[in-house]
């Protein structure tokens, strides 16, 4: 896992897209956050909002995103154990970012 | 190239963000744009300007940009020859969204 992100801070020129690509970029992650932020907030839910992501690449953008305090992660012990996540204060700067983005895929959408 | 690229227009649910994803999701593709924007709008120019990329995903992200007309690419017949690539008008209808990634991504970094 380590190995995978050993370029994730690498940002020669302070550029502010490269920071945001560091930090979420990739085929995956914006679209966890956001089926997370739509109530998606379990695994299993996760797999039926995301169909096309295998279960290992799911497992890993969870972890990544906890690691970079996007997401949190909360274990309720009970039988059956049941994890769900939720969008950390800090993850929630990325709301409007990902809101922008959702508005220029619908307009896409209909052209 | 065709392969790689045959989950571009699944969509399941008509998400605005998937849509966004399938178009210029991934590591490069919207650093690429914003290079391209930025000036940076030949070949040997985007390399410095995104250092951390090989030749051959680059090869490969302009392809795929010129492909879905997000940019385009002109070949100046001259010794030596010369391409330049530049944003469609198409493409420019993401520039508001790069916009906001890059504010996200200037703000993150200072905090």
Not at 24 to 35: A, E, N, P, Q
Not at 63 to 68: F, S
Not at 86 to 97: E, Q, W
Request: hydrophobic content about 40%; glycine content about 6%.
């Amino acid at each position: 896992m380590d190995n995978k992100r050993k370029n994730k801070d690498f940002n020669p020129y302070n550029c502010g897209v490269t920071h945001f690509l560091n930090k979420v970029g990739g085929k995956w992650k914006v679209l966890v956050i956001h089926g997370i932020n739509n109530g998606y907030n379990r695994f299993s839910l996760l797999q039926k909002a995301i169909p096309h992501i295998s279960k290992q690449m799911l497992i890993n953008q969870l972890k990544e995103l906890v690691e970079d305090k996007i997401i949190e992660r909360t274990e309720f012990v009970q039988i059956p154990p049941r994890v769900e996540y939720h969008i950390s204060a800090y993850g929630k700067t990325l709301l409007p970012v990902i809101l922008t983005i959702q508005e220029w895929g619908l307009k896409d959408m209909k052209a």
